[in-house]
């Protein structure tokens, strides 16, 4: 079955960089979450996307900024790297509409390194 | 605010043996409860879920959890445990309140097998 596609996996940036993650959701899953995990942590909610429209916030940086395109995949873009940003990331999906067990997957990850 | 607890940072047991990891949560009503496991450097995957009914979910792995409202925990257990299960598990709790049902995880309970 097909799954959570998160791009690039492992990613090198300086200090002061900009970052793109992307994700594509499983196909027909309507909401897309973004989280990160630091080295050690649980993972933290960063943001959510519904029918492309932000649906939820959490404690995402304003550093940070994310959208959800017209074909379901999300970006996060991240600017001005800092150190404290290398993270592993994580999108997930969720179908929102009709019944779908409401259950949350998640990608592989993305992995975020910061010089 | 909902919120898990997972009062075991690091759990050891043979392998053979049985285990149980603890989960407690807060949330306001019933909440949607949801097991994941992270081997190192990979992904979050899903054990299993609660979402209403029969109060103890079977998964994969031959894991179980069961929901007790009055204690509010969802502990996760295992008759007898493989030396591949040595991983970080994680118990996360979600809203069915649309709009607002991301996931919020406890720290983790780092899985170590002896042989």
């Known amino acids: 079955a097909a799954g959570v596609i998160q791009s690039p996996r492992h990613l090198i940036k300086e200090k002061r960089e900009t970052a793109t993650l992307k994700c594509y959701p499983i196909p027909r899953h309507d909401t897309v979450y973004w989280y990160q995990q630091g080295p050690g942590q649980d993972p933290q909610f960063l943001i959510s996307?519904?029918?492309?429209?932000?649906?939820d916030k959490g404690s995402i940086p304003d550093r940070f900024s994310a959208q959800q395109f017209s074909d379901y995949h999300s970006e996060l873009n991240m600017s001005s790297l800092e150190l404290g940003d290398s993270a592993l990331y994580f999108c997930?999906?969720?179908?929102?509409?009709?019944?779908?067990?409401?259950?949350?997957?998640f990608g592989e990850g993305s992995w975020l390194t910061v010089v | 605010a909902q919120s898990v607890t997972q009062p075991d940072i690091h759990i050891t047991v043979s392998e053979g043996a049985s285990l149980e990891l603890r989960c407690n949560y807060s949330y306001g009503a019933t909440p949607y409860l949801f097991w994941y496991v992270q081997s190192p450097g990979q992904g979050l995957q899903l054990l299993l879920k609660?979402?209403?009914?029969?109060?103890l979910v079977q998964g994969i792995k031959g894991f179980e959890a069961e929901f007790k409202r009055s204690q509010s925990s969802f502990n996760l257990r295992k008759p007898s445990v493989h030396w591949s299960d040595a991983a970080e598990y994680f118990c996360?709790?979600?809203?069915?309140?649309?709009?607002?049902?991301?996931?919020?995880f406890g720290t983790g309970t780092r899985l170590t097998i002896i042989p």
């Open positions: 996360a709790v979600g809203s069915p309140n649309f709009g607002n049902e991301k996931l919020t």
């Open positions: 997930a999906s969720r179908k929102t509409r009709g019944f779908s067990g409401n259950t949350i997957y």
């Open positions: 996307f519904y029918e492309k429209m932000q649906s």
């Open positions: 609660y979402f209403s009914g029969d109060t």
